[in-house]
């Protein structure tokens, strides 16, 4: 990857990483504030937070825009792959905390249904995650094994 620029498919794995890292903040965020009871923390992060959306919305539009090929059959065989691996992932987490969650629970017990928009919310992170950092692994192997590459 020395000396040469990233592909559309490359810029979007960035994307997704910087949203991950964004989709962590607003829950540290919200700790901060319930524990701290600092609205004005509330406030600018939620602002700053809102800035950085329209920001990364502008990017992939940006991204989007430009000349050039769009897809390839190597961008295509990434793109599934890393697919493939991120629903892998998601569905052993979520298998593991289901497990993890029933042994400590118990079988009789129950989860309130406050809980699961944070499940919702934590597999959409771990998916988005695991899918940019597997095209970025395969990019980058790609680089160095391929022979266009």
């Known amino acids: 990857m020395k000396g040469r620029a990233l592909n559309k498919t490359q810029k979007s794995a960035w994307c997704g990483l910087v949203l991950t890292l964004f989709l962590l903040l607003i829950p540290?965020?919200?700790?901060i504030e319930k524990d701290l009871g600092l609205l004005l923390t509330h406030v600018v992060g939620?602002?700053?937070?809102?800035?950085?959306l329209i920001l990364m919305i502008?990017?992939?539009?940006?991204?989007?825009?430009?000349?050039g090929?769009?897809?390839?059959e190597r961008d295509k065989s990434i793109i599934t792959k890393a697919t493939i691996i991120s629903s892998a992932i998601l569905a052993g987490v979520l298998l593991l905390g289901y497990?993890?969650?029933f042994l400590g629970l118990g079988e009789k017990s129950s989860l309130s249904v406050s809980?699961?928009?944070v499940i919702v919310y934590a597999s959409a992170i771990i998916f988005i995650f695991t899918l940019?950092?597997?095209v970025l692994v395969q990019y980058g192997r790609c680089g160095k094994e391929h022979p266009l590459g």
């Open 28 to 31: 540290v965020i919200d700790i």
């Open 46 to 52: 939620y602002s700053v937070g809102l800035a950085l």
């Open 58 to 67: 502008y990017i992939i539009r940006k991204i989007e825009k430009q000349p």
């Open 69 to 72: 090929v769009k897809f390839d």
């Open 99 to 101: 497990v993890v969650t």
């Open 115 to 117: 809980n699961l928009p």
């Open 132 to 134: 940019s950092v597997s």
